[in-house]
């Protein structure tokens, strides 16, 4: 399995922008596609969420209303669309990949593959 996030950048507060993450190595229909992410100096944490079947997602509260996670199955690829920006979202962004089976689609343990991360910076 393979997790390639690209997209991340230099932005402004209130600006948007959308990572990518490109799965190879396996069929995804029964996992769920996780984004998270790890502020210099913090602990890694969970931003969003999201079933590859059925489309079902999840967000921290601190992203939720100004970030949407989504895929495309034609190109397994999932995205997380970032809008009206803050300086406290500026991290590395990984994209990390978990069965479907069980709870806790925020729980950094349960996700077995993970991507490479990209560098999200917002300046003010």
């Known amino acids: 399995v393979q997790l390639q996030a690209s997209g991340g950048g230099l932005v402004q507060t209130g600006d948007s922008l959308r990572v990518s993450c490109a799965a190879s190595?396996?069929?995804?229909?029964?996992?769920?596609m996780g984004w998270f992410r790890q502020a210099p100096g913090k602990e890694r944490e969970f931003v969003a969420a999201?079933?590859?079947?059925?489309?079902?997602?999840y967000y921290a509260d601190s992203v939720k209303g100004r970030s949407a996670i989504s895929r495309d199955n034609a190109k397994n690829t999932v995205y997380l669309q970032m809008n009206n920006m803050k300086t406290e979202d500026t991290a590395v962004y990984y994209c990390?990949?978990?069965?479907?089976?069980?709870?806790?689609?925020?729980?950094?343990?349960?996700?077995?593959?993970w991507g490479q991360g990209t560098q999200v910076t917002v300046s003010s």
């Open positions: 999201i079933s590859w079947s059925s489309g079902t997602t």
């Open positions: 190595g396996r069929a995804f229909s029964n996992y769920v």
């Open positions: 990390a990949a978990r069965s479907i089976l069980g709870s806790s689609w925020s729980s950094e343990a349960r996700y077995a593959y």
